[in-house]
C-alpha cells in the first residue's frame, strides 16, 4: 500500500498567487481529512469529507481557501490568494471509518507564501 | 464538545529509562482514544489506541497506553527509552458511536530523549 500521497512536497509562493495542493487517499477509505499545522496554532482541522461529501468545513479559516473531493480517490485545497500568513505544512489524511477509526497521513506538503 | 488536553510541552528522559507522555480527555459519551508520532519533516504516524477491552493496550515500537476511565487519562509509556523515540507525541480522541470520524488532537508533548 503506497499510503496516503501528497503534491507537491514543497510550494513557494508569491502573496496573491493561487495555491493548489493535491491529495490521494488510501484505496477504500471514505473519509478524508485537510489539516493545518504551524508553529504557533499547532495541529488545526480544515475540512474533512465522508464519501466525498464535505461534512465539516467549520475550521477553513476563509473563503479565500477551498476544498474539493471529486472522486473517492482525490481532492483538492485551494488557496485563492494566497498569503504570508498562509505558511504552514499541510496534511491530507484519510481513514476506512468501518471496523477502525485512525487516521493515516500523509507526508504533507510544505507552504511557504513570500 | 470533545477535548485532549497533553500538560507537558516536553518531557525528558535518559536512555533506558521508562517513559510517560501525559493525555486527559473530555467526552460526553464513550471515548475512542489515539497516539500518534510525528517525527521531523514527516506526517504523523499511528501508534495505538483504545476503542473497547483490555484499559493496557500495546501499540508500535513498544509502546503501551492505559486508559483510565475514572481519571479520564489516557498516559503513553514504554518501558526502556531510545534515542530514535525522540519525537513530536499526539493524544487525540473521537467520541465513540458517532457518525462521522472527527478526531481532536491535543497540543503535542516533544519527548527528548538523551544518551
Known amino acids: 500500500d503506497a499510503g496516503v500521497i501528497q503534491s507537491p512536497r514543497h510550494e513557494v509562493t508569491e502573496m496573491g498567487q493561487e495555491v493548489t495542493l493535491r491529495c490521494k487517499p488510501i484505496?477504500?477509505?471514505?473519509?478524508l481529512f485537510w489539516y493545518r499545522q504551524t508553529m504557533m496554532r499547532g495541529l488545526e482541522l480544515l475540512i474533512y469529507?465522508?464519501?466525498?461529501?464535505?461534512?465539516?468545513d467549520s475550521g477553513m479559516p476563509e473563503d479565500r481557501f477551498s476544498a474539493k473531493m471529486p472522486n473517492a480517490s482525490f481532492s483538492t485545497l485551494k488557496i485563492q490568494p494566497s498569503e504570508p500568513r498562509d505558511s504552514a505544512v499541510y496534511f491530507c489524511a484519510s481513514s476506512s471509518g468501518t471496523s477502525s477509526y485512525e487516521q493515516y497521513f500523509g507526508p504533507g506538503t510544505r507552504l511557504t507564501v513570500t | 464538545a470533545q477535548s485532549v488536553a497533553q500538560p507537558e510541552d516536553q518531557v525528558n528522559v535518559a536512555e533506558g529509562n521508562p517513559l510517560t507522555v501525559k493525555c486527559t480527555y473530555s467526552v460526553s459519551g464513550n471515548p475512542y482514544l489515539f497516539w500518534y508520532v510525528q517525527y521531523p519533516n514527516r506526517g504523523l504516524q499511528f501508534l495505538l489506541k483504545?476503542?473497547?477491552?483490555?484499559?493496557l493496550v500495546k501499540g508500535s515500537y513498544g509502546f503501551e497506553a492505559e486508559f483510565n476511565k475514572s481519571q479520564t487519562s489516557f498516559h503513553l509509556k514504554k518501558p526502556s527509552a531510545l534515542v530514535s523515540d525522540s519525537a513530536l507525541y499526539f493524544c487525540a480522541v473521537r467520541e465513540g458511536n458517532t457518525g462521522f470520524q472527527k478526531l481532536v488532537f491535543g497540543t503535542g508533548t516533544r519527548l527528548l530523549v538523551s544518551p
Open positions: 484505496s477504500g477509505h471514505n473519509s
Open positions: 469529507f465522508n464519501n466525498n461529501v464535505p461534512i465539516d
Open positions: 483504545y476503542i473497547t477491552g483490555d484499559n
